[in-house]
T-cell receptor, first 113, second 111 residues
């Protein structure tokens, strides 16, 4: 059973470009969470999604950031017009329905030049 | 929202000694407390978790204790080994999904 998959593992963007981060949950998991980790800091909750539904996006910046988890395919975290402050590691986690245990992916390390 | 504080930020122990990391949380409604281990450049990995209806849980060399009245919980690692060196994060959750993480403890086990 493959774990949570994320791609790309590393992403370099110039200021103003768009970044798309993908997350495939573990098999059988229908809940996806995105977290951001700045260097030498803990993880900060961004958004919680179920298939075709955003359940809680209270940790997402109001502008430039969006997330989706379509009926088919991976969850996508999209950052438009990236700025240097967006440079961070973005981790996705997944869980089964009605289970609190979250399993994390390897992360995508975004560097904005 | 929930606020989790974690101490110490760094911890150096001699191989074979015990390591203790402490966390406090602010919201008494929190009911789920996982601990994650993160090695450099790797994903956070769940090592143990506890729910608010349990005071202590143990898994081999790792144990977690929870004091609901004082709103703090601790991770205990006994007989530490070099492979225990990593960053450890505590977290708390009110609603079983939004994890609020501590800032992390960098544990170094000296051989």
């Amino acid at each position: 059973n493959a774990g949570v998959m994320q791609n790309p593992r590393h992403l370099v963007r110039r200021r103003g470009q768009e970044a798309r981060l993908r997350c495939s949950p573990m098999k059988g998991h229908s809940h996806v969470y995105w977290y951001r980790q700045l260097p030498e800091e803990g993880l900060k909750f961004m958004v919680y999604l179920q298939k075709e539904n955003i359940i809680d996006e209270s940790g997402m910046p109001k502008e430039r950031f969006s997330a989706e988890f379509p009926k088919e395919g991976p969850s996508i975290l999209r950052i438009q017009q990236v700025v240097r402050g967006d440079s961070a590691a973005y981790f996705c986690a997944s869980s089964q329905a009605n289970q609190e245990t979250q399993y994390f992916g390897p992360g995508t390390r975004l560097l904005v030049l | 929202g929930e606020n989790v504080e974690q101490h110490p930020s760094t911890l150096s122990v001699q191989e074979g000694d015990s390591a203790v990391i402490k966390c406090t949380y602010s919201d008494s409604a929190s009911n789920y407390f996982p601990w994650y281990k993160q090695e450099l450049g790797k994903r956070p990995q769940l090592i143990i978790d506890i729910r608010s209806n349990v005071g202590e849980k143990k898994d081999q060399r790792i144990a977690v204790t929870l004091n609901k009245t004082a709103k703090h919980f601790s991770l205990h690692i006994t007989e530490t080994q070099p492979e225990d060196s990593a960053v450890y994060f505590c977290a708390a959750s009110i609603d079983d999904y939004k994890l609020s993480f501590g800032a992390g403890t960098t544990v170094t086990v000296r051989a």
